[in-house]
């Protein structure tokens, strides 16, 4: 037996028999018929959810017709958009009989007792939309947990299900995101013997009856959210523990009595969340060993808590503990392990000797008092919203593992000074909630497995990194000021060779085009001061991108030597990916070279074949392989590049290749073919670990992934790449996949390198945007598979996600100077109106927007004048535009297909046909005119 979802093909779906399934999902917009249909295609149903139905074909509720169709049915789940009605109405037990499990997100029913009187179900989850609700249930009820969800409208109350063995209990509003239901009469409110967890939530100007819980002699769990009226006094009088007990009021109109709690024996948590309440003292009886308390009091007198008495206290939570007076009961609890307090001065605290984690809030003052800063088991220290200028010297809390600290709101550039941080020898954690303006001398100072959280996003990073690097602690302390005040890397200053190879030894990416910069810029002006020859000593620092055996060669073929050890005999030193041992390195005797230097050498001491002068037409002959669609022919061009070298117009076909094959050997070898050439942001690019292999196609569902991953992909390295070469890699892509120039299309500033790619568009004197827009592919699939599909809605499987955003583009008014254009094809472009720029073109004579979602004209065609043909089909338009009569020129017009058609019926017999008017055909007798019949 297995799981099956009606979704999509529900037609097909529904003429079929499907005796494996026992699960069924319906969660579809299209019609179902009826219950017994569905009933009829799955005859082994167990258990159905509905999360999507067609709202149109009348079937809205689920009533008698349902259960009838599903007799088997153990259990049945509502969660729609739409708010899918049950209605018990005719609906009998028998009917019922194999029911486990019922949640449904809404009922009409006021009376629900049948659901009481049902053996087999245990659990029921029901949104009742009433005003009146009663239930009542029975010894035959096999209910273990229900919950019951009331409308804000809900009135009254009749429930008792006493007879029941109910384990689990929650009634009242649907959540902390709706209204409670204003309860204006319990006629009857009595829970079962056997309950262990009970909520209840409502609005009310009474009170829950007292005898609510009369049989209940314990609770694992009780929750009370009562807003308005009052507590009976016995409402808890029978029950003697409660493990987990949570009071949520608000706006009681009489105190919470002291009676209230009197009878417990046994309690172990206890939450007091109290908004404009009185309390009577005493609030909780005397010994009571309670272990967790939480009280937040607003517009509430805590004053009658103060007489307390809870020696087996261990955690405490309470709002603010300045509104009662430091309570003697306190220092009383002397288990108490965990303390959560509001208090602006704590040199009243006492001392706590079990205390493990203390929390202040709000604390003010000059230092922390010895009764803390002496603590020697306290392990977690958290001061949130503080005003302390000087915590003192917290060097003797040898326990303290974790520092949490959050100045005041109007004070997060200020930190309480911390003597003695640096001293303690257990401390793991220091958060600080600060967006510093300096970094302290004794971060720097803390032992490096301590993890320091600060608000700046890479300052943290730096530092761990500088303060391991072995440099001089003031040095670091100054590069790491100068840090934390750059929000980008390109606002990085000059900074010092040891800083940039610093952090690229610890393979820190933030400034890594700053330090591939500035490694170039030394190295360049070496090749000048210092170039390599014969008799220099090389040694590599880190991975070079060119390979060793290569390097081995090359000081074999010119002379030079490589040494394995950084010594004094090495005169020049190649600095590569995470170089190791920069300790070693004297910037005064060594010399730097990057890979770039390295290949310039190598290419004019000792070129190779395709290097050198009278290769060309060999250089062609490669370039046509990596222009091949084939894998195979790149492998082979790239194993004669390894032999033969590379030109600069090789850069652009690897570097494509490079980016979209998913063979990672083929892109270690074309790596090592580019290590070194083109300037840094191209080496940049080479070696980052962004790819394209993964954006065209087909998903896992079988649509086109479309342009949008594309586009948002490379958007998202121009910082890091460049325009230059972004828009390179367009053209590139689109000239190998047929897809991509949108990414240029897009840009709005026109540069000479933009405007070279558009007039690529221009053949023949058409101006093709439509090849250039590359949608077609996605079209053809559709048009062929379900030819209404793509027509109703070509953005939704063109721009899929709407990645692309609007789409649209602009057309340059540069073009028009140079080439004789005279048709323009603006097909399939996602066109809902005519691009800006068009004005530019109205000397055409041929116009396309066939295939967009057009649904008018703009008066502005009228200024086409000189228009002969004009391709309107595949559009969304309502009626025939009235500015074509305008159009005086015109002899051909296609308006087939010219309006949207349903998704569900296509261009079956209902297609509402917009048709040319018969005015429009005597204005231009001599107009071919093309439309559906």
């Given at each position: 037996m297995g799981k099956s979802r009606l979704s999509f093909r529900v037609d097909e779906a529904l003429s079929q028999v499907h005796p494996a399934t026992d699960y069924l999902v319906i969660d579809t917009d299209e019609p179902l018929g009826s219950w017994?249909?569905?009933?009829?295609?799955?005859?082994?149903?167990?258990?159905?959810?509905?999360?999507?139905?067609?709202?149109?074909?009348?079937?809205?509720?689920?009533?008698?017709?349902?259960?009838?169709?599903?007799?088997?049915?153990?259990?049945?789940?509502?969660?729609?958009?739409?708010?899918?009605?049950?209605?018990?109405t005719d609906v009998t037990p028998s009917m019922l009989h194999a029911l486990y499990s019922l949640e449904l997100e809404r009922c009409s029913n006021q009376n629900i007792s049948l659901l009481g009187q049902l053996p087999?179900?245990?659990?029921?989850?029901?949104?009742?939309?009433?005003?009146?609700?009663?239930?009542?249930?029975?010894?035959?009820?096999?209910?273990?947990?229900?919950?019951?969800?009331?409308?804000?409208?809900?009135?009254?109350?009749?429930?008792?299900?006493?007879?029941?063995?109910?384990?689990?209990?929650?009634?009242?509003?649907?959540?902390?995101?709706?209204?409670?239901?204003?309860?204006?009469?319990?006629?009857?409110?009595?829970?079962?013997?056997?309950?262990?967890?009970?909520q209840v939530s409502i609005s009310t100007d009474k009170a829950l009856p007292a005898d609510m819980l009369t049989t209940n002699v314990q609770l694992e769990s009780l929750t009370i959210e009562q807003h308005g009226g009052y507590l009976a006094p016995s409402l808890l009088a029978n029950i003697s523990n409660i493990t987990h007990c949570k009071f949520e009021l608000k706006n009681l109109s009489a105190p919470i009595p002291s009676a209230l709690f009197a009878n417990l024996k046994q309690m172990h948590k206890l939450q007091l969340k109290l908004d404009n309440i009185e309390l009577e003292a005493p609030l909780l009886p005397l010994g009571l060993p309670l272990a967790e308390l939480f009280v937040y009091g607003e517009q509430t007198d805590l004053a009658p808590l103060a007489n307390l008495h809870l020696p087996k206290l261990k955690q405490l939570w309470m709002g603010n503990i300045n509104a009662i007076g430091l309570p003697e009961w306190l220092a009383g609890c002397q288990e108490l392990n965990d303390l959560n307090i509001a208090i602006g001065d704590a040199s009243a605290l006492p001392t706590?000797?079990?205390?493990?984690?203390?929390?202040?809030r709000g604390l003010a003052g000059n230092s922390l008092p010895a009764a803390i800063t002496t603590h020697q088991t306290l392990q977690t220290l958290n001061l949130l919203a503080c005003h302390k200028a000087d915590l003192g010297d917290i060097s003797q809390m040898s326990s303290l593992e974790s520092i949490w600290i959050e100045p005041w709101e109007h004070e997060y550039c200020n930190l309480p000074s911390l003597h003695?941080?640096?001293?303690?020898?257990?401390?793991?954690?220091?958060?600080?909630?600060?967006?510093?303006?300096?970094?302290?001398?004794?971060?720097?100072?803390?032992?490096?497995?301590?993890?320091?959280?600060?608000?700046?996003?890479?300052?943290?990073?730096?530092?761990?990194?500088?303060?391991?690097?072995?440099?001089?602690?003031?040095?670091?302390?100054?590069?790491?000021?100068?840090?934390?005040?750059?929000?980008?890397?390109?606002?990085?200053?000059?900074?010092?060779?040891?800083?940039?190879?610093?952090?690229?030894?610890?393979?820190?990416?933030r400034f890594k085009a700053q330090h591939k910069n500035w490694l170039r810029q030394l190295a360049e002006s070496n090749e000048e001061l210092k170039p390599l020859n014969a008799n220099s000593v090389l040694f590599i620092c880190g991975r070079s991108g060119i390979k060793a055996g290569e390097i081995k060669s090359k000081a074999t073929e010119l002379g030079f030597s490589v040494s394995k050890k950084l010594d004094g005999n090495v005169t020049h030193v190649l600095i590569g990916t995470a170089p190791k041992d920069i300790s070693l390195l004297d910037l005064e005797r060594h010399t730097l070279i990057d890979d770039t230097s390295l290949q310039n050498y190598f290419t004019t001491q000792a070129p190779k074949f395709l290097q050198q002068q009278g290769n060309e037409t060999m250089g062609d002959s490669?370039?046509?392989?990596?222009?091949?669609?084939?894998?195979?022919?790149?492998?082979?061009?790239?194993?004669?590049?390894?032999?033969?070298?590379?030109?600069?117009?090789?850069?652009?076909?690897?570097?494509?290749?490079?980016?979209?094959?998913?063979?990672n050997n083929l892109r270690k070898q074309i790596k090592q073919l580019l290590a070194g050439h083109g300037d840094e942001a191209f080496q940049l690019a080479v070696n980052d670990r962004i790819l394209f292999h993964s954006v065209r196609g087909r998903d896992d569902y079988n649509n086109f992934y479309g342009q949008g991953q594309f586009v948002e992909k490379l958007k998202a390295q121009r910082k890091k790449w460049g325009e230059t070469l972004c828009n390179a890699f367009a053209k590139s892509y689109f000239d190998?996949?047929?897809?991509?120039?949108?990414?240029?299309?897009?840009?709005?500033?026109?540069?000479?390198?933009?405007?070279?790619?558009?007039?690529?568009?221009?053949?023949?004197?058409?101006?093709?945007?439509?090849?250039?827009?590359?949608?077609?592919?996605?079209?053809?699939?559709?048009h062929d598979k379900e030819p209404a599909n793509y027509h109703w809605h070509p953005t939704h499987y063109a721009n899929r996600f709407g990645k692309l955003g609007a789409a649209k583009f602009e057309l340059p008014a540069e073009l028009t100077g140079r080439?004789?254009?005279?048709?323009?094809?603006?097909?399939?472009?996602?066109?809902?109106?005519?691009?800006?720029?068009?004005?530019?073109?109205?000397?055409?004579?041929?116009?396309?927007?066939?295939?967009?979602?057009?649904?008018?004209l703009p008066e502005s065609v009228a200024a086409f004048s000189e228009l002969e043909e004009l391709d309107l089909s595949f559009n969304h338009f309502r009626h025939f535009p009235e500015v074509l009569f305008k159009l005086t020129n015109l002899k051909r017009l296609d308006f087939r297909r010219a309006t949207s058609p349903d998704l569900n019926t296509g261009y079956d017999a209902n297609y509402h046909i917009v048709a040319v008017p018969q005015a429009f055909r005597d204005a231009f007798p001599e107009c071919e005119i093309l439309q559906d019949q």
């Open positions: 017994q249909t569905i009933a009829t295609a799955y005859p082994n149903v167990k258990k159905i959810k509905i999360a999507e139905f067609d709202s149109a074909n009348g079937k809205q509720v689920i009533d008698a017709d349902f259960f009838n169709a599903f007799p088997s049915l153990e259990c049945l789940i509502t969660d729609t958009d739409e708010g899918l009605d049950t209605d018990f087999q179900l245990k659990q029921l989850d029901i949104t009742l939309d009433t005003v009146d609700v009663a239930f009542y249930a029975d010894a035959n009820s096999g209910l273990e947990t229900v919950k019951i969800s009331l409308s804000p409208l809900c009135r009254t109350l009749d429930i008792d299900l006493t007879a029941t063995a109910i384990l689990s209990m929650n009634i009242g509003g649907h959540g902390y995101r709706f209204e409670l239901p204003n309860i204006t009469d319990i006629k009857t409110l009595r829970l079962p013997a056997s309950l262990n967890a009970l706590l000797p079990q205390l493990k984690k203390l929390t202040l003695g941080l640096e001293h303690l020898p257990r401390l793991k954690a220091l958060r600080l909630d600060i967006t510093p303006k300096h970094v302290e001398p004794v971060w720097l100072a803390l032992p490096p497995e301590v993890e320091i959280s600060i608000h700046h996003s890479h300052i943290v990073s730096e530092m761990a990194i500088l303060r391991d690097s072995g440099l001089p602690p003031t040095q670091c302390l100054e590069w790491l000021n100068t840090l934390l005040g750059i929000n980008k890397p390109g606002e990085l200053p000059e900074m010092p060779a040891e800083f940039h190879l610093t952090l690229m030894a610890a393979k820190y990416n490669i370039l046509a392989m990596l222009a091949s669609p084939e894998e195979a022919t790149h492998q082979v061009a790239v194993q004669l590049l390894e032999q033969g070298g590379i030109t600069d117009e090789l850069h652009l076909p690897l570097f494509l290749i490079l980016k979209t094959t998913a063979d190998r996949y047929g897809e991509g120039l949108m990414y240029v299309l897009m840009q709005k500033k026109p540069t000479p390198q933009l405007l070279a790619i558009w007039e690529s568009l221009i053949q023949n004197g058409t101006f093709d945007l439509r090849r250039g827009a590359g949608f077609d592919t996605i079209m053809q699939y559709w080439s004789d254009i005279t048709r323009l094809d603006l097909g399939n472009c996602l066109l809902s109106d005519l691009p800006k720029g068009i004005e530019h073109y109205r000397h055409i004579r041929s116009l396309s927007l066939s295939g967009n979602v057009f649904k008018a």
